[in-house]
């Protein structure tokens, strides 16, 4: 599968951004989805996650209340609405997919990835 995200930018604090991700195939509907973040010289951290269905969703705890994943499963796409921006979310932004179909938060266990795109929140 291969996954194209889009919807980056740059958003001044408090203000939103929402971010996409399109998956080509037809095996959209059994791959659960995440996104995970890079910050310029920092490790790649998991953000949210949902399952396969959509019924079991995580976040981290640094966007928990801010942040909304989602998916239409007939859109092949996954969603990211961030609001609330700081500083601190700037970061390529990539999203993912994994076989299992769960929701999970180690981006270890992700199959494939997105190339990611550009959030920058000034102050």
């Known amino acids: 599968v291969q996954l194209q995200a889009s919807g980056g930018g740059l958003v001044q604090a408090g203000g939103s951004l929402s971010l996409s991700c399109a998956a080509s195939?037809?095996?959209?509907?059994?791959?659960?989805m995440g996104w995970f973040r890079q910050a310029p010289g920092k490790e790649r951290e998991f953000i949210a996650a949902?399952?396969?269905?959509?019924?079991?969703?995580y976040y981290a705890d640094s966007v928990l209340g801010r942040f909304t994943i989602s998916r239409g499963n007939a859109k092949n796409t996954v969603y990211l609405q961030m609001n609330t921006l700081k500083p601190e979310d700037t970061a390529v932004y990539y999203c993912?997919?994994?076989?299992?179909?769960?929701?999970?938060?180690?981006?270890?266990?992700?199959?494939?990835w997105g190339q990611g795109t550009e959030v920058t929140v000034s102050s």
């Open positions: 993912a997919a994994q076989f299992t179909g769960v929701a999970g938060t180690n981006k270890d266990d992700y199959n494939y």
């Open positions: 195939g037809r095996t959209f509907s059994t791959y659960g």
């Open positions: 949902i399952s396969r269905s959509g019924g079991s969703r």
